[in-house]
């Protein structure tokens, strides 16, 4: 080994050693978190897992996602995936020279060799386009980033260093791969009209070679402490990621007595899934543009939050690292501030635009956690609301006496009273606070019943037994008191042996389905519209132009034929559980309606504004997020906007009526619509 | 004959309806009631009092009573209570009532029953109701310690007796050593509502968005000014399109009220306003859209034009008042 590889080989040695040195930093930070939430088990369905891998890391579809950006990401990444095989080549033809990947066949490597050429070049395309949208059409999402741009420059920097190593290797050695480097012969004529001798061009290899070596390792060096660092994090991350579509919140065990401390209060308190997920971080800005709040001028922005949160860790490590707890960081402060954290609609648009699955939802959660129940702290509102759902089991202050009033009249029958006389019924009907005490939703409460009796099934509810299923003080960080209350319901819908629940609210639908396992609670439960789709799909309901009578039992408001409908997706029906089909079912299979889809529909549809508990809080900052929504159907000259959802209801009827259209344009719930038209 | 003292609360120069509520239940229980009456420049109320049926007033005046303070006016009412030996002393459970009585009654040593509903004296006993569990229950209280039997009693809880005219009362002067007081009270600046709280009226009158502007707002102020003890709400749509501060909020998210009398104009009651209006005990709708949840919780309905019936309401209600 000759002097210059050895130098080489110590600065190659110290270059690794410094980067190990910092991805220990960061695999011990993630490790000393110390999240009390159970935030589920990441190493289940490996094969599952294997084939996420296969289909988003390197396949890239949630990048491709957005067309321009996704395909300028596919060049750069697959050009780092193949270019570093050249990189390791060139890293052992420096220590031990002339080493070459020649000796695993000429076929072989004339392909490897076309390979790192072409991608050289698409590289290039690559980055001018990151350039082009960074500083020519600069998405607001984006945000300027110097780190970014030092970023683009090393890269191009890699590139040209590349195919001017390659050209000058080819004036030296004028046989070498000449014909298959197109790319770099292109470079090569150019410099022979400088007319450059070989031994010019040996030294001059030299001198490209090692320019792109030194940005390789300086790169190697960066990149721990970089937005970049996503190369490391995001594979790990997708790989992590939540499988199923719907997902828990995480539970609290309030009955383990050593838990002293709830929800994430100090940077120290983040989960190890969550100190990777700021890892995994690529400042795309995709969170931002969907976020609901963002667009009505709120303080949050997911990708801010996720960025301060990696910022906040990154300047307290070693304080995190030592457990020196009087010097950590507490999550809420300067930048976090609580408006941050209460501003948050759960809608979980952030986490659906994300690339690298990132669960910022879980992030505002235990912060709202840390807030309720170890500080106190919390919009006054919310007090009435805490202080309701103790006494009255509903957020509103409405008698639980009062709860089975809606159905005065319908004679649906309780669990209790069908449990008594030994019969029994196909659903137990969820109705859900709203459904039971809003006079707006009480309607739609009774169009199902009318429409599911039609339709030959039995129906039973639980009367004045039910009680608010505790979801929203679960979103609005009261864990205490939603335990109480899914315990409570448990329990008693356990008592009654039911196994199968409707119902038309897709918060209860949500919870009921996917939180209350952890509590005891399995039952078979399906929300409304896909109940209606399937009996509709079945001929068991049958939907008609000619307009029925309008009777009590469904004043909801008739949906005519001529019809132009829009539909609303709630966002726990869809991006929380993934049903977007079901209504859109329903719609269409009313005849003579025409159906408009929103721009902003489907997994990236916009929230109302009343999820996360924000129903029950004041809108004090920005622009109203329902009016903004409202706006957004009444683009598509809409005579009907269907929702799905009790909130939605509020939320879009209330825009209709700040625009001054109601009479005009009409909010109907799925199961009015199909209450007014049945056969 | 057992005596009763009554605690005057007064403002503005004019006598609280408390007050004759309180003077009228001694009366007409056959005590021999007498008033407690601080202050500056009031013993123009005096007569008045007389008229309520007390027959002796212990007068407190004097430049620094001009406000009220917790411990000036605490201070000679326990001073006129120790010098008249009352069988029953009475407040008004009201802001000023409940901020005075607990202090009194400390320094008396006797019991208080705050915050009465009801109350009932069976010769030289006293037995008063007050509502327990935010109202989920009712105690029947009697007194163990005293006298004086110390009852703070709610507004609107009792029913008052008709003025008598030509009836004087004996004025006892209450000293004032002004060296003993460690404050007074030489101003108070109001807040810019100048209204009532909502929390505190008698009477709510609150606008919805069919108001359509915050100028059409002053229909509704109308309407106020000549109700007593009444302020003025609004519902969350109104806020939302600006025509009323936050501060005005009845709901979930705003104030919760329980006034004797709600009367929403142009509300159509959605569930958020109903949540903090409910429990008014008699609540009156008036709305074009007969369909309007707000009909369902309200005892008196007017399907109509808030804009025609405000007027006629504001002036039958002064006609009737007047009279």
């Known amino acids: ?679 | 004959m057992a005596s009763a003292l009554v605690y005057a609360e007064h403002k503005d120069g004019k006598l609280k309806k408390i007050t004759h509520e309180l003077l009228s239940f001694a009366k007409q229980s056959g005590c021999d009631p007498s008033a407690f009456l601080a202050g500056h420049n009031v013993e123009g109320l005096v007569q008045e009092l007389a008229s309520m049926g007390a027959k002796r007033v212990f007068l407190a005046q004097g430049e620094a009573l001009k406000f009220y303070s917790n411990e000036a006016y605490g201070r000679l009412l326990v001073n006129a209570v120790k010098s008249s030996s009352p069988q029953f002393l009475l407040i008004g459970a009201t802001a000023q009532g409940k901020d005075l009585a607990p202090c009194v009654a400390a320094k008396l040593g006797v019991g208080l029953a705050s915050d009465c509903t009801k109350a009932e004296i069976a010769g030289d006993k006293l037995k008063v109701t007050r509502p327990i569990y935010a109202g989920k229950a009712l105690a029947d209280i009697e007194f163990l310690s005293g006298p004086p039997y110390f009852a703070a009693i709610r507004p609107n809880a009792l029913s008052i007796g008709a003025l008598e005219s030509g009836t004087q009362a004996q004025v006892t002067a209450v000293p004032l050593d002004l060296s003993a007081l460690k404050s007074i009270i030489k101003d108070v600046v109001k807040g810019a509502s100048a209204k009532l709280d909502l929390t505190e009226a008698n009477i709510v009158v609150s606008g919805g968005r069919s108001l359509k502007s915050s100028e059409n707002f002053s229909i509704l102020e109308k309407l106020v000014e000549v109700l007593p003890n009444a302020t003025l709400g609004a519902s969350r749509a109104a806020v939302d399109a600006g025509y009323r501060p936050h501060s005005f909020q009845v709901g979930q998210t705003g104030k919760v009220v329980s006034p004797t009398l709600y009367i929403a104009c142009g509300i159509s009651g959605a569930i958020q306003h109903l949540a903090g209006m409910r429990t008014s005990k008699v609540i009156v709708a008036i709305n074009n859209d007969p369909e309007a949840p707000i009909f369902q919780v309200a005892d008196y309905g007017i399907v109509a034009d808030l804009f025609q019936v405000v007027p006629v309401l504001t002036e039958e209600f002064k006609k009737v008042l007047s009279s």
């Open chain 1, 1 to 679: 080994m000759n002097i210059e590889s050895l130098v080489f080989l110590c600065i190659f040695l110290s270059a690794n050693a410094y980067f190990a040195y910092k991805v220990l930093i960061l695999f011990r930070l993630a490790k000393s978190s110390t999240g009390t939430a159970w935030s589920g088990n990441r190493l289940d369905h490996i094969p599952t897992r294997i084939q996420v891998f296969f289909t988003n890391v390197l396949g890239q579809k949630a990048v491709l996602q957005k067309k321009g950006a996704g395909l300028m990401h596919v060049a750069i990444f697959w050009g780092f995936l193949i270019i570093t095989v050249g990189t390791i080549e060139l890293f052992l033809y420096e220590i031990f020279p002339p080493f070459s990947f020649e000796f695993l066949g000429s076929d072989f490597y004339s392909v490897f060799v076309v390979l790192q050429d072409s991608f050289t070049v698409l590289v290039l395309l690559g980055l001018s386009y990151a350039f082009y949208r960074r500083h020519i059409i600069r998405p607001a999402g984006l945000g300027k980033s110097y780190d970014a741009d030092i970023i683009i420059v090393a890269i191009t920097g890699l590139m040209v260093t590349l195919l001017g190593m390659n050209a000058f290797r080819m004036i030296a050695d004028p046989k070498w791969f000449d014909s298959l480097m197109w790319a770099s012969s292109f470079f090569k004529k150019g410099l022979e009209s400088l007319v450059v001798s070989p031994e010019i061009g040996d030294s001059f290899f030299k001198v490209f070679r090692w320019a792109h070596l030194t940005i390789v390792l300086g790169f190697l060096v960066y990149i721990p402490s970089s937005k970049h660092l996503h190369i490391l994090a995001a594979a790990p991350n997708t790989f992590l990621k939540h499988l199923p579509v719907s997902k828990p919140m995480r539970t609290i065990n309030l009955e383990n007595e050593n838990n002293t401390n709830f929800g994430m209060g100090k940077i120290s308190e983040l989960s190890w899934k969550d100190a990777l997920d700021l890892y995994a971080c690529t400042e795309c800005g995709r969170c931002q543009d969907a976020c609901p709040a963002y667009n009505t001028q709120k303080p949050l922005s997911p990708k801010a939050l996720v960025l301060d949160l990696k910022d906040l860790l990154m300047d307290n490590k070693k304080a995190v690292l030592l457990g020196k707890q009087d010097e950590i960081f507490s999550v809420i402060g300067k930048k976090i501030t609580e408006d941050v954290i209460w501003a948050c609609t759960s809608c979980r648009a952030c986490e659906a635009a994300c690339p690298v699955f990132i669960e910022q939802t879980d992030k505002i959660y235990e912060s709202r956690r840390n807030l309720v129940l170890m500080e106190g702290k919390f919009p006054t509102e919310l007090q009435t609301v805490f202080k309701n759902i103790e006494n009255n089991f509903s957020p509103w202050a409405m008698s639980p006496e009062d709860r089975d009033k809606w159905a005065e009249g319908l004679e649906v029958k309780t669990v209790a009273q069908l449990a008594a006389s030994g019969e029994n019924y196909d659903y137990l009907f969820w109705v859900g606070c709203a459904g039971s005490y809003d006079d707006r939703n009480k309607k739609v409460s009774r169009a199902l019943v009318y429409s599911l009796r039609k339709a030959g099934l039995k129906i039973a509810i639980l009367g004045k037994e039910e009680k608010c299923t505790g979801d929203p003080a679960r979103r609005m960080g009261n864990e205490y008191l939603a335990q109480t209350l899914i315990k409570e319901n448990v329990n008693t819908l356990n008592n009654y042996k039911v196994t199968k629940v409707v119902t038309a609210c897709p918060h209860c639908f949500n919870a009921i389905k996917n939180e209350w396992k952890h509590f005891g609670g399995d039952y078979e439960v399906i929300h409304h519209s896909q109940l209606l789709a399937t009996l509709i799909e079945e001929g068991k309901l049958r939907l008609t132009k000619e307009q029925p009578e309008q009777s009590q039992e469904h004043p909801g408001g008739a949906t005519k034929s001529k019809e132009k409908i829009t539909y609303h997706d709630s966002c726990y029906i869809g991006r929380w559980n993934g049903e977007y089909a079901a209504p859109r079912k329903i719609i269409n299979s009313i005849p003579g309606v025409e159906f408009a889809e929103m721009d902003q529909s489907g997994p990236s549809s916009m929230c109302c504004g009343a999820g996360g508990g924000r129903m029950w809080m004041e809108e004090k900052i920005g622009t109203r997020v329902n009016i903004k929504r409202t706006e957004q159907a009444l683009e598509k000259n809409p005579s009907v906007i269907a929702a799905n959802c009790p909130f939605c209801m509020t939320m879009l009827t209330d825009g209709i009526k700040a625009k001054e259209l109601t009479g005009k344009v009409k909010v109907l719930d799925i199961a009015e619509m199909v209450a007014s038209n049945m056969q």
